[in-house]
T-cell receptor, first 110, second 116 residues
Framework: DGGITQSPKYLFRKEGQNVTLSCEQNLNHDAMYWYRQDPGQGLRLIYYSQIVNDFQKGDIAEGYSVSREKKESFPLTVTSAQKNPTAFYLC?????????FGPGTRLTVL | AQKITQTQPGMFVQEKEAVTLDCTYDTSDQSYGLFWYKQPSSGEMIFLIYQGSYDEQNATEGRYSLNFQKARKSANLVISASQLGDSAMYFCAMREASTSYDKVIFGPGTSLSVIP
């Protein structure tokens, strides 16, 4: 089936640890995005990538890193430098008329 | 400055009634796109409807329609014949052509509760 997968669904991390969230797509889209959502709020853009081996910072990139070695994959690493990482993380692919989202990963820092 | 405004943090509607969710936006671009997404409690973002700034007719998708008033910069979502499954958060979003990539800006959302 075509779609966007994110894993894991729930992730718990101790303070000071880096964690990597997975995003995979088989819809052959060039553009991929990472968003963060805090409770009761809309989405904020962390990073985006329009093509393999290229990515750009979004509005809240500090404390995060990404890679885009393959068209299908756009993993997000939440580093220890991110001061308040507990949030819901959504990966998306998109074009001009539509952005499709994955099911999300809920990250909790203990 | 806030680019997308959704003034209704929470809305209630009786089952089978119609409901309008408000969205106003701010842009100086002539070319832009407007989106509505539904987010149920599971967290998944579900694309509902899209309206381009040059589209002359209001977009419709099944029970969803977008009341696009360009001069007022509003893009309200109308849900007809509400169902219990419509209870969710609804987000209005905008893509501006002036950005170098397909960046989409989201509003704060409106929580809709459908009452049996």
């Amino acid at each position: 089936d075509g779609g966007i997968t994110q894993s894991p669904k729930y992730l718990f991390r101790k303070e000071g640890q880096n964690v990597t969230l997975s995003c995979e797509q088989n819809l052959n889209h060039d553009a991929m995005y990472w968003y963060r959502q805090d409770p009761g709020q809309g989405l904020r853009l962390i990073y985006y990538s329009q093509i393999v081996n290229d990515f750009q910072k979004g509005d809240i990139a500090e404390g995060y890193s990404v890679s885009r070695e393959k068209k299908e994959s756009f993993p997000l690493t939440v580093t220890s430098a991110q001061k308040n990482p507990t949030a819901f993380y959504l990966c998306a692919i998109g074009d001009s008329n539509e952005q499709l989202f994955g099911p999300g990963t809920r990250l909790t820092v203990l | 400055a806030q680019k997308i405004t959704q003034t209704q943090p929470g809305m209630f509607v009786q089952e089978k009634e119609a409901v309008t969710l408000d969205c106003t936006y701010d842009t100086s671009d002539q070319s832009y796109g407007l989106f509505w997404y539904k987010q149920p409690s599971s967290g998944e973002m579900i694309f509902l409807i899209y309206q381009g700034s040059y589209d002359e007719q209001n977009a419709t998708e099944g029970r969803y329609s977008l009341n696009f008033q360009k001069a007022r910069k509003s893009a309200n979502l109308v849900i007809s014949a509400s169902q219990l499954g419509d209870s969710a958060m609804y987000f209005c979003a905008m893509r501006e052509a002036s950005t170098s990539y397909d960046k989409v800006i989201f509003g704060p959302g409106t929580s809709l509760s459908v009452i049996p």
